[in-house]
């Protein structure tokens, strides 16, 4: 069996994972451990670090797969035939059908552009893109403004909401920080942050 990873090698791999454009390279048995670490600490009750511990996992897996969807494109694009590195299996699947997916639909797009389609099909096909072309734009409207939240938090920081009272303290770039209500979402160097996180005065966002 496997050692469960720890709270701060979780949150090591979520930082590394959204500084780098490339998928970063994972153990093969990361998942496993993963999954150890939650089974763990569902037994012995830690909620909080459970909560805490999930929502930097989801971090992990979209952030990944957002690099995944991107080289689908750009590999059905080009036709190209490389798998990109560090994928683990289930993403290796998942990158397949994304190909798949994509080279499709730029086939369907070429026969619509050589004329290979009927003036019913145009009109059907327009009336489905519309539709379509709104969601996307709703969904790149979402994308840009988490992007642009995103690059709000400087490099060696990281946003937290207070769930109990912190009072004054002096942060690891020697800068003072609180004190903070509860409720609060403040921005904190990231070392300061998993303090609070393991004492239960904060969330990672």
């Not at 390279?25 to 569902?42: A, G, R, W």
């Not at 070392?191 to 005065?201: K, P, Q």
């Amino acid at each position: 069996m496997v050692d469960a990873i720890t709270f701060s090698e979780l949150r090591k791999v979520q930082k590394e994972e959204s500084r780098s454009q490339q998928l970063t390279d994972l153990d093969d048995d990361f998942m496993l451990k993963v999954s150890d670490y939650f089974k763990q600490k569902e037994e012995i009750g830690e909620e909080r670090e459970y909560r805490n511990a999930e929502r930097v996992f989801e971090k992990i897996i979209s952030t990944r797969e957002d690099k995944i969807v991107r080289t689908a494109k750009i590999n059905a694009k080009s036709d190209g035939g490389s798998t990109p590195v560090n994928m683990l299996p289930f993403e290796n699947e998942l990158f397949r059908e994304l190909k798949t997916v994509f080279s499709d639909h730029r086939e369907r797009a070429e026969e619509r552009r050589g004329g290979d389609t009927d003036f019913d099909d145009v009109e059907n096909f327009e009336e489905q893109t519309t539709s379509e072309r709104q969601e996307d734009q709703e969904t790149e409207e979402e994308t840009s403004q988490k992007s642009e939240q995103a690059e709000e938090v400087e490099d060696g920081y990281t946003k937290v909401k207070i769930t109990s009272e912190v009072p004054e303290f002096m942060g690891t770039d020697l800068e003072s920080y609180g004190p903070y209500d509860e409720g609060e979402e403040v921005q904190i160097p990231e070392d300061n942050a998993e303090i609070l996180v393991n004492r239960g005065s904060a969330e990672m966002k």
